[in-house]
């Protein structure tokens, strides 16, 4: 959900919020409440956004560890008799086996965090296409106490190649975020007019040619329906494992054993 405002023909304001949900390769679902707040102008661009998570964890992964100890419960003289110079003792001992299994577990969270940029169209090219370049700063909270926060520097360059088409290139300044310092990717801004397709034409009109404004308006008004820019991504990590000491299993044994001991020499 969002509006955008035409200020006297200089600047789009806007405001938007957005509910985002992922499902990770550990079939975890989490959700997200986002907003954001934007300025357009036929120059300048400048935005933030806000990403709130809910405040749960999924179990991500398990492993269980065995231990195993034996120590000596008691001990009971059996027989004693003499071998030559040698004083024997028959002893039968209880030896107790004790066998640990703990489970450990890994959790997972989604990150809390922000984002925002300003950016400037570059006048040399502005004849043949808008070309705008970026530059602002990330912030993403570690979800548990072992995770450190995801923060730094970020660059965008934005292209419309074409009307309908947009193209992006990022750099950020760890790969941490993504796996990588730079990401890429393509937009495609398609215009819809449910009026047309009512009346059995083409929806689709107008499709690849440049949106020209209204009468007495700038080019500015055509942007009022451009992509929101934001993090389309739920941001996750994980734990360290952690005993579950709940799952904790603990089996005693009790077998006996006899042996020869000697007593005196």
């Not at 959790?107 to 984002?115: F, I, L, V």
């Not at 083409?202 to 040619?209: D, L, R």
Request: with cysteine.
């Amino acid at each position: 959900l969002g509006n955008r405002y035409l200020v006297a023909d200089k600047a789009i304001v806007g405001v938007n919020t957005y509910y985002d949900s992922r499902w990770t390769i550990y079939d975890n679902q989490f959700d997200q409440f986002g907003a954001g707040v934007e300025v357009l102008t036929d120059w300048v661009d400048a935005r933030a956004n806000f990403y709130f998570p809910e405040n749960k964890e999924g179990l991500a992964d398990t492993y269980a560890a065995t231990e195993t100890s034996s120590r000596v419960t008691g001990s009971d003289v059996e027989d004693v008799h003499a071998t030559g110079h040698t004083i024997l003792a028959e002893m039968e001992q209880t030896v107790t086996t004790t066998t640990t299994t703990r489970f450990f577990e890994k959790y997972e969270r989604a990150r809390e965090g922000w984002d925002a940029e300003i950016g400037v169209k570059l006048p040399c090219v502005d004849e043949w296409c808008d070309v705008r370049v970026f530059g602002g700063y990330y912030a993403w909270k570690g979800p548990f106490e072992e995770n450190e926060d995801i923060e730094g520097f970020k660059g965008r360059v934005e292209v419309r190649a074409l009307p309908i088409l947009y193209i992006d290139a990022a750099y950020f300044e760890d790969e941490e975020l993504d796996g990588n310092e730079w990401t890429a990717g393509m937009r495609v801004n398609l215009p819809f007019d449910i009026g047309n397709l009512a009346a059995g034409k083409n929806p689709f009109e107008g499709t690849g040619e440049r949106r020209k404004p209204a009468k007495g308006k700038t080019e500015l008004a055509s942007r009022m329906t451009e992509q929101v820019m934001r993090d389309l991504k739920v941001r996750m990590d994980q734990s360290n494992y952690r005993e579950n000491e709940a799952k904790r299993q603990v089996d005693k044994d009790r077998s006996t054993r006899s042996s020869e001991e000697v007593v005196l020499q």
